[in-house]
């Protein structure tokens, strides 16, 4: 029982550990959507066969959503405080286009 509750405590733990990071990437002023979404979350989303780069939850599918979780990021996601103004609406723009919501 000490082991499981050890396993677990350590696993808990390391999954915390996505809520601090942060990603200090600053895009150009002028980079596009693409370029934003292909030089920083395709490490961790992959396109899928269907073309989609994501699916997003219906609480996810609009700009203000999809922006704030790039600033803030999220137990696994790391934050991206540096994409904003422009470059983050073209970012969240070309998610909500390129993406399926379910």
Do not use: W
Not at 61 to 82: C, D, R, T, Y
Request: glycine share 4%; hydrophobic share 40%; aromatic share 6%.
């Amino acid at each position: 029982m000490k082991k499981a509750t050890l396993l677990l405590t350590v696993f808990a733990l390391a999954s915390l550990t996505g809520c601090s990071k942060t990603d200090n990437y600053a895009p150009a002023e002028n980079a596009t959507g693409e370029d934003i979404f292909y030089a920083n979350c395709t490490k961790c989303h992959k396109q899928e066969a269907a073309g989609n780069v994501m699916v997003l939850n219906s609480a996810m599918a609009n700009k203000e959503a999809i922006i704030q979780k790039v600033n803030k990021g999220s137990m696994s996601m790391p934050a991206f405080p540096n994409i904003k103004g422009e470059p983050a609406q073209r970012l969240a723009e070309f998610i909500l286009a390129n993406s399926k919501t379910k």
